[in-house]
């Protein structure tokens, strides 16, 4: 089946452009980091981020591993604060919305590191990679929209949220890796949304208990589809078909923004391509399940994905 969809590409690239050219507007103070936190302690601070990251996300560990060290660290304390911003939304209790905005004045740098130590590596991070304000604002904004969004009526709606609470993290992350200019834009955006997408694709059992749904409602009535469907959990020839359609799309994503891993800087290329080819591996373990993405959480093994790595070297080297 053949569905229709709006134009979404133009209009996320364009905020993505914006924020990296006004990347020096409404940027707070350069704080002295390393002058007003001793060296020990902002040492501590990094391991702490790495192993939030250990625990989090074992994909992202094992590619940002691929990293030389400072560049690893660096990613991995991004990763902390995306991480820390995106708990403050599913495990907040009572709050939430003030919470948010307590750690966003906390954490964009505005001097109340108040002995965090995500938010002392990351401002360390941020500034040290001039990372644009702008792209962890709009993470931020991305997160808030759990707090008051639960459904999406078109694929439009869910890829703007997807550049919000992903894109932007390949945005930032392409600002610690290097790279050679604003022609990467585009492929930071495509891929951010392919990773958000296999999410949405993985978790659509857990996230309908908690009460989410993130499968755009006029793709699924185009197959046949409602929310009864979704509560049934239900593998039935509608919902293959109507998955099937959803990874063809995320995998050609994942296809058009590899190519913008030749400019990025040589020494993150391979990081990177690992990040993306491993994490799209989730889609073929889904396919391998008959699509239920309802009793169980798809997943790739340590040991799949460390067979993978040479494949995927070779791939980086003739890009």
């Known amino acids: 089946m053949s569905i229709q969809t709006s134009s979404w590409e133009p209009l996320l690239i364009a905020r993505a452009r914006e924020a990296f050219e006004n990347r020096q507007a409404g940027e707070p103070p350069t704080l002295d980091i390393e002058n007003r936190i001793k060296p020990s302690l902002l040492k501590n601070a990094y391991s702490h981020c790495e192993e939030i990251t250990r625990q989090h996300s074992r994909t992202f560990f094992l590619a940002s591993g691929l990293l030389p060290p400072e560049k690893r660290r660096a990613t991995r304390a991004l990763y902390a604060f995306c991480r820390l911003s995106d708990d403050l939304v599913d495990c907040s209790f009572g709050e939430a919305v003030e919470e948010l905005q307590s750690w966003q004045e906390t954490s964009l740098g505005d001097q109340k590191m108040q002995n965090n130590l995500v938010v002392m590596a990351w401002i360390d991070t941020r500034q040290r990679y001039h990372i644009p304000l702008r792209y962890a604002e709009q993470l ?19 890829a703007a949220y997807s550049y919000g609470v992903a894109s932007t993290v390949g945005l930032m992350s392409m600002h610690i890796i290097g790279f050679t200019g604003p022609e990467a834009i585009p492929y930071a955006v495509k891929l951010g949304v392919a990773l958000q997408l296999t999410n949405i694709l993985r978790d659509v059992g857990e996230d309908w208990r908690a009460g989410r749904l993130y499968l755009p409602r006029e793709e699924l009535f185009a197959f046949g589809l409602d929310e009864e469907d979704i509560a049934r959990g239900m593998v039935t020839e509608a919902w293959r078909n109507f998955i ?10 994942y296809a058009e923004s590899l190519p913008g891993i030749k400019y990025l ?22 396919e391998e399940h008959d699509y ?22 070779r791939q980086t080297r003739k890009r």
């Open 292 to 313: 239920d993405v309802f009793k169980r959480r798809a997943y790739v093994s340590t040991w799949e994905k460390l067979l993978r790595l040479p494949d995927i070297w």
């Open 244 to 253: 099937r359609f959803q990874i063809k799309r995320t995998r050609e994503l």
């Open 140 to 158: 931020l904004e991305g997160v808030a929209h759990d707090l008051k969004k639960r459904r999406y009526e078109t694929f439009a709606e869910l």
């Open 265 to 286: 800087q040589p020494d993150g290329r391979f990081a990177i391509a690992a990040a993306a080819l491993l994490y799209q591996e989730i889609l073929k373990d889904i």
